[in-house]
């Protein structure tokens, strides 16, 4: 079964600063990599994917992420982070076995200080 | 192109009533997912429909239930209801066909409140 590990619950960077949310997924083969970020009240908006080929995917809003197999990772960065970047992240995976059916990790909130 | 159009978008009802939840996917979408999300459990799958079918259910009881009609348009339904089931329920859109990485799309959600 497929699982996903958001070790940060909360993170707390200052505007400008560099950023770098953490994701560790358990899943037997290669697995669909997804980062949502939801806005209080809002529903999920996808950031970025893999699904294969290169492992460094770049997203919307200057979000990119690396996938790490040896490390079971898929790491969201951005060089430089913007007030309105404020909200919670979701990492979740998927799989050709589970259909559209995607797992979630239970989220970062990022709080971004001026 | 409009998004994923959900309603209501708030909702409250009572213990042992029952509540229909709808979900209109993007124009072409034929898969339609849900979602629920608690405080306390977070983001869990509840079932996904292609093709008026019921293609993938997750670990909630039989009280929730769902179906797709013909245009693609879902509805899930939550019987007997308990103070357990106050969460945003979101439903999600993609094109489907039978492979997973389909780009999904959210709505903005249902957040129901159970008293």
């Known amino acids: 079964a497929q699982s996903v590990t958001q070790p940060d619950i909360h993170i707390t960077v200052s505007e400008g600063a560099s950023l770098e949310l953490r994701c560790n997924y358990s899943y037997g083969a290669t697995p669909y990599l997804f980062w949502y970020v939801q806005s209080p009240g809002q529903g999920l908006q996808l950031l970025l994917k893999?699904?294969?080929?290169?492992?460094l995917v770049q997203g919307i809003k200057g979000f990119e992420a690396e996938f790490k197999r040896s490390q079971s990772s898929f790491n969201l960065r951005k060089p430089s982070v913007h007030w309105s970047d404020a909200a919670e992240y979701f990492c979740?995976?998927?799989?050709?076995?589970?259909?559209?059916?995607?797992?979630f990790g239970a989220g970062t909130i990022l709080r971004v200080k001026s | 192109k409009a998004g994923v159009t959900q309603t209501p978008r708030y909702l409250i009802k009572t213990r042992g009533q029952q509540v229909t939840l709808s979900c209109s996917p993007i124009?072409?979408?034929?898969?339609v997912s849900w979602y629920q999300q608690t405080p306390g459990q977070g983001l869990q799958f509840l079932f996904e429909?292609?093709?008026?079918?019921?293609?993938n259910k997750g670990n909630f009881p039989g009280r929730f239930s769902g179906r797709q009609f013909s245009n693609s348009r879902s509805e899930m339904n939550v019987s007997t209801l308990e103070l357990g089931d106050s969460a945003l329920y979101l439903c999600?859109?993609?094109?489907?066909?039978?492979?997973?990485?389909?780009?999904?799309?959210f709505g903005p959600g249902t957040r129901l409140t159970v008293l």
């Open positions: 979740a995976v998927g799989a050709l076995e589970y259909g559209n059916k995607l797992v």
């Open positions: 429909y292609f093709s008026e079918t019921q293609r």
């Open positions: 999600a859109s993609s094109r489907g066909g039978g492979k997973t990485g389909n780009e999904q799309f």
């Open positions: 124009s072409g979408h034929r898969s």
């Open positions: 893999y699904f294969s080929g290169d492992t």
